[in-house]
């Protein structure tokens, strides 16, 4: 980086809102118009064209933050001109509490007691030692694996690159996902949304399932065929769901997941706006930071896998 008092880093677009500002400059960065910045630090979740636009525009530009963990809409713009960094791993305990509490409705069968209207009988599934898959091995998967330490499960996970992951009982690779479907009590989808994964759970997968066992989607929708799951409730071919996403999203009112007794929908809100500001923010400052010092920055896109 040229030598200079501190990185000059723009904030886009223009209604990008005032607190990334803020995260550059508490990282030690200058907002700066984008003709003339090093960095850009991009607000809009689903502008890839957008941002594709502007790094044509102004070839200074060598570091691009994007704001969430998950960017299948930037994938098509990703290049090997520019260093990637985006929100992986930012999020991670606030979505991996979602999925223990829709985990736990699930399987101790809220969502039909809360519908119902008169008293039934004892229904559910205790967490406590029971088993647990999860699908996908990053921050979300490491931070739900610590919160399950207290359940005493035992874990599988389910990770491209089959490393160990203190905590984990076992990981698999992708090869063996109806092994660690087998048998499991909870199943929770924590994974980047690839062409690999795009429909990675259907009508085949949930026949692998247990009739009790518990589906939690706080990944991407498309990961689930929504006719597939919808026929697996209604059949018993699975005992539940909590969904976090959905495909379509939004949900669209008289779906038959939102009818469904045995679904709990929660509107995409693993991560809120009040809890995602100061995590996006103190990322943001970091690596403006670690930017301006030389260093490696945080959230690496792998540009050939796409997150």
Wanted: glycine share 10%; proline share 7%.
């Amino acid at each position: 980086m040229d030598e200079r008092a501190s990185p000059q880093v723009a904030v886009a677009p223009e209604n990008a809102p005032s607190w990334l500002a803020d995260a550059v400059r508490a990282g030690g960065g200058e907002v700066v118009p984008l003709a003339v910045a090093d960095a850009l630090v991009w607000a809009e979740p689903h502008d890839g064209a957008g941002l594709s636009a502007a790094l044509r525009e102004h070839h200074r530009i060598r570091w691009v933050q994007l704001p969430w963990a998950g960017i299948e809409d930037y994938v098509p713009h990703l290049d090997d001109d520019h260093v990637w960094t985006c929100g992986k791993g930012v999020y991670s305990e606030p979505v991996a509490e979602m999925a223990l509490g829709l985990g736990l409705a699930g399987l101790r069968n809220l969502g039909p007691y809360a519908r119902a209207g008169e008293w039934t009988g004892p229904v559910g599934t205790s967490l406590i030692g029971a088993n647990v898959s999860i699908i996908g091995g990053g921050g979300i998967a490491e931070s739900l694996v610590s919160m399950l330490r207290a359940f005493r499960s035992r874990i599988t996970v389910v990770r491209r690159s089959p490393d160990h992951i203190d905590g984990a009982d076992e990981v698999l690779a992708p090869d063996r996902l109806v092994d660690a479907l087998s048998g499991a009590d909870l199943v929770v989808l924590a994974l980047p949304l690839t062409e690999e994964t795009d429909g990675l759970i259907g009508a085949d997968e949930f026949s692998a399932m247990e009739p009790h066992a518990c589906l939690v989607n706080v990944a991407r929708g498309r990961h689930v065929v929504t006719a597939d799951l919808v026929r697996a409730l209604r059949n018993g071919t699975i005992g539940s769901a909590g969904l976090d996403v959905t495909d379509p999203e939004p949900l669209p009112a008289g779906h038959p997941l939102w009818s469904l007794p045995n679904c709990i929908v929660t509107p995409h809100t693993g991560n809120t706006p009040e809890m995602a500001i100061p995590l996006l923010s103190e990322r943001v400052r970091r690596n403006v930071r670690h930017f301006a010092e030389g260093r490696d920055l945080i959230g690496l896109v792998n540009v050939d896998l796409g997150y």
